[in-house]
């Protein structure tokens, strides 16, 4: 491996990869119009030419692992490949360069979009009313607990709870404790769904909303899912859903029609937008009528005539961004629900197809904790028998990159010992699938007979085995030539 430079170590002074045009209006200095204290020279930009650029950023990519070249399997992140076309949809200068502060009339393509996805999104989710506001999936379901908290509030309810299950997402606790509620945990039966009994104890009078993913964590559909939002609503407590998962349920059910009150999507998961490293994102909310009261402002609406937002909610919990959404990714999620039409069904379908498969090509090497429960779009397997060699699940997966493949997320949900929670989506081959699980099974093998080999993988990647938590915590930014 050809060791690489930082961009900043091929600087050379004096180097450029740029002409700007001919200034074709008055010189102004920027001192008249910048206030002291804001401008700076010293910026410490790197110096370089434009092939220096590119060969630069290409072979950094070149060092990474990404759905343009690998499997990425990540259990509860729906790492699939999305079509290019949406991207250039998105990169329509008439779309892409309109100002969030342009006045309505200028924009109304640009509004008429916003309201359309709006609109699709109610009808795929089943609710009253969708807000395109929250920028991802964690602010949305920041939203969600707003949204509870003002209901309650207005209700003159004291109820102070939440409950959540064991293998929620640990956003949902952080959600809740931000908004000033007490978690209460919900323990998960032997079927892998949540506790009836546990939840049915612990549903008080001051429990405000059960928080709960659906198909959860583990993969495994909560059945029983109509009957928590009954139960919920006897004591005027309110059903939020993590929608994580909506990629198994899409064109095929609605969270709506099971009472549920409160819901995210998230855009850059089902609907098309490659993300990963921090973003982009868009996690808009779909909300019950005991919810609309409540939307953030402003809402895109269509009076017959035209397209505009609207600000005149009472009971709005306010502003939740900046201007008014993740604009970029609506479009390609637009785009990715108009394409599949009726048909977008085929998407949760092969997704728990493909899921189900890889589970059957695997089973028997692997522990699997629920047996008895099918998976939906994903599932969690147990590396624990790699115990008895002194492997971990750690140890498989660093090795599974040297077979070309990413890794599948490890030990979550905490409820299950050594966990590989692994989603494949709907968009990987039969082929593919079969080469993960024959890595697998090559793995295994390797475990057994030679298991020192897996402990000081991986060994064909530009950086070894490194410690994560130390990584975390104390990062080298510099290659090492020594």
Known sequence: MIPMDLIFEISKPGRRGYRLPDLDVERTDPKEIIPEGYLRNDLNLPEVSEPDVVRHFTRLSQRNYAVDTTMVPLGSCTMKYNPRINEELADIPQIRDVHPLTPEELVQGSLRIAYELKELLKELGGFADVSLQPAAGAQGELLGLMLITAYHRDRGNRK?????????HGTNPASAAICGFEVVTVKSDGRGELDWEDFRRKLTDDVAALMITNPNTLGIFERRIREMAQELHEVDALLYMDGANFNALVGVARPGEWGVDVMHFNLHKTFSTPHGGGGPGSGP????ERL???LPVPQVDFDGKRYYLRWDIPKTVGKVLAFWGHYGVWIKALAYILY???????VARYAVLNARYLKHLLRGLLHDPYPDSP???EFVLSAVNLRRYNLTAMDLVKRLLD?????PTVYFPLT???ALMIEPTETESPDTLRRFAQAIKDILREARESPQELKSAPKRTPV???KEAEANRKPVLRYNRG
């Open 160 to 168: 102070r709870k939440v409950l959540i299950p064991d293998t929620a």
């Open 285 to 288: 909310v779909g909300v019950s």
């Open 292 to 294: 609309k009261p409540y």
């Open 340 to 346: 599949y039409g009726s048909d977008i069904k085929k």
């Open 375 to 377: 998976c939906m779009h």
């Open 403 to 407: 077979f070309g493949f990413y890794a």
């Open 416 to 418: 299950v010992r050594e």
């Open 464 to 466: 070894r085995r490194i």
